[in-house]
């Protein structure tokens, strides 16, 4: 079998070097989302203080903080080479589902 067409093998073994690399970058992901995850539990933690001490709902969706947090993080994803759409996407849907987690409490606090 020609390399070119299956991807390489590791010499003669049977194993796709391919597959070795894209187990690697999958692992390599997979401990990034771990990071990722206690981030956002954190994240969450002071979102639920912040929300707290909102009187309202208008307080709590707070679209002028949203904007602000949106154009910092558009900036931070410039400065660190990641693109910017996606940082901002990203952030839009995780912002949004935290305003609906502070708006379920202040709401059962009401």
Same mark, same amino acid.
């Given at each position: 079998?020609?390399? #070119?067409?299956?991807?390489?093998?590791?010499?003669?073994?049977?194993?796709?070097?391919?597959?070795?690399?894209?187990?690697?970058?999958?692992? #390599?992901?997979?401990?990034?989302? %771990?990071?990722?995850?206690?981030?956002?539990? =954190?994240?969450?933690?002071?979102?639920? %203080?912040?929300?707290?001490?909102?009187?309202? =709902?208008?307080?709590?969706?707070?679209?002028? %903080?949203?904007?602000?947090?949106?154009?910092?993080?558009?900036?931070?994803?410039?400065?660190?080479?990641?693109?910017?759409?996606?940082? =901002?996407?990203?952030?839009?849907?995780?912002?949004?589902?935290?305003?609906?987690?502070?708006?379920?409490?202040?709401?059962?606090?009401?």
């Amino acid at each position: 079998m020609d390399t #070119a067409t299956t991807g390489g093998t590791d010499g003669g073994t049977g194993r796709d070097a391919t597959a070795d690399a894209l187990g690697e970058v999958r692992g #390599a992901i997979d401990a990034i989302d %771990r990071r990722i995850v206690a981030l956002v539990a =954190e994240r969450q933690g002071w979102v639920e %203080r912040a929300g707290a001490l909102k009187r309202d =709902e208008r307080g709590v969706r707070a679209p002028d %903080r949203v904007e602000q947090v949106v154009a910092t993080v558009r900036s931070l994803a410039a400065e660190a080479d990641g693109s910017p759409d996606v940082v =901002e996407r990203t952030y839009r849907a995780m912002i949004a589902a935290f305003v609906d987690l502070e708006l379920d409490a202040h709401r059962r606090r009401a």
